[in-house]
């Protein structure tokens, strides 16, 4: 969902629960994430993105948990990464 300010809000987000990683949107319009930090945080604000900001329209969130990364603060990507 572009338009609403789902990546920015996402990382405000994602900062203030203290969780690193990162947010962008794909070219096919979605928008994907990765969230590093405790399990009821990254619970939290995965629900979050099934409702995302005002004025968003999520229509499914895919969750697939992957090993840590070590990321480093919480990012916004800009332009728009390959979808797939």
């Known amino acids: ?3 609403v300010g789902f990546r920015q809000q996402t990382a405000a987000r994602a900062r203030s629960l203290g969780l690193t990683g990162w947010v962008a949107n794909l070219a096919d ?9 405790p399990r009821d945080r990254v619970e939290s604000i995965v629900e979050w993105c099934g409702r995302g900001p005002n004025g968003a329209h999520v ?7 992957e090993p840590l990364a070590g990321e480093a603060g919480f990012r916004v990507e ?7």
């Open 59 to 65: 229509a499914r969130v895919d969750e697939r948990p």
């Open 29 to 37: 319009g979605s928008v994907e994430a990765v969230f590093e930090g």
């Open 78 to 84: 800009f332009g728009q990464r390959p979808s797939g």
């Open 1 to 3: 969902m572009q338009g």
